[in-house]
């Protein structure tokens, strides 16, 4: 499956995250600038209408994956970290530099993956145990294949976190339940692991013509089929348990408000109320207990 349109996306979130003291600047760009600069009007009208932005929700699901991610390493002793999608995430700069015992390995399509390296290597930006591999989630085998990467560069000995951030409304539910069916398998290796991704789910009336709009923007942008999911948090939980994972926790930003510095979604034209956040954070166990 070819899904190099997304990459470009991980511009516009990669300077959200610099703007907002998240990242260091040599994650953004003139282009990702412009990108963000050209995105304010669709910005402001979707703050008025939905009471909700892009900006916003990048921001949530960010703040909580890392807050679930200091809890797992400090709680559960995760000691490596896999990243898929990475694009401009300052994860792997920063958290290698806050736990230098932590395995961090970094996983985008090549062309991406390479470009990161080459940011990470000009600006010293390599942590101690750090390193960024091509991967591509739908392929298999050496060198980019899910099941290599995760065979043959994690330590198999690490209790583990895999990742995934922006990736995963941009597939059909039946591709990418095939690669959370194989993380799930695959994840099994390690003595403890654990899935961490944010998603969309399908949204309720009078929010859902809007939101569809948007979804339909995006694909026709990335050449991805955008796609929500799944009907709330109990299909969530099932949808994942499904794919093999033993345990299934969604979290909302709202469960956040007063532990971490997220914006909450304002009041929404197209339904006079303070709307909910749309983003959802999902943490699925992949051993058994
Ligand atoms: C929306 S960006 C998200 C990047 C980063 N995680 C973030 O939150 O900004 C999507 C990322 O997925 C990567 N990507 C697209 N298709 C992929 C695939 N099949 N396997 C691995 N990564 C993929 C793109 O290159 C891009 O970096």
């Keep these: 499956m070819d899904s190099t349109g997304i990459s470009f996306t991980a511009l516009f979130t990669g300077h959200v995250w610099y703007e907002n003291g998240m990242s260091t600047r040599f994650f953004t760009s003139p282009r990702a600038r412009l990108l963000y600069k050209a995105a304010q009007p669709v910005e402001r009208a979707s703050q008025r209408l939905l009471g909700v932005t892009i900006h916003d929700i990048l921001l949530q699901r960010h703040h909580i994956i890392d807050h679930r991610i200091d809890w797992l390493i400090k709680h559960e002793g995760v000691s490596q970290i896999l990243e898929i999608a990475c694009g401009y995430s300052p994860r792997g700069y920063k958290l290698s530099r806050k736990y230098p015992g932590l395995k961090y390995v970094e996983a985008d399509l090549p062309h991406m993956a390479a470009r990161k390296r080459a940011l990470l290597q000009q600006h010293g930006g390599f942590g101690p145990d750090h390193q960024v591999v091509g991967c591509d989630v739908f392929d298999t085998g050496k060198p980019h294949g899910l099941d290599y990467v995760m065979n043959n560069v994690l330590d198999p000995s690490r209790p583990t976190l895999i990742i995934t951030e922006g990736l995963v409304n941009y597939f059909r539910l039946s591709d990418i339940s095939q690669v959370w069916r194989r993380l799930a398998q695959l994840g099994r290796t390690f003595p403890k692991a654990w899935y961490i991704t944010d998603l969309v789910p399908k949204l309720k009336q009078p929010w859902a013509p809007l939101i569809n709009a948007g979804t339909g923007m995006l694909a026709l942008a990335t050449r ?10 109990a299909q969530i939980e099932q949808g994942l348990r499904d794919c093999g994972f033993s345990k299934v926790v969604v979290f909302k930003p709202e469960q956040f408000q007063d532990i971490l510095p997220i914006p909450l ?4 034209a197209v339904a006079g109320k303070r709307a909910n956040s749309i983003v959802r954070v999902v943490e699925c166990q992949i051993h058994s207990d």
Excluded: K
């Design 224 to 233: 991805a089929h955008v796609n929500l999911h799944f009907r709330g948090s």
């Design 265 to 268: 979604p304002r009041t929404a």
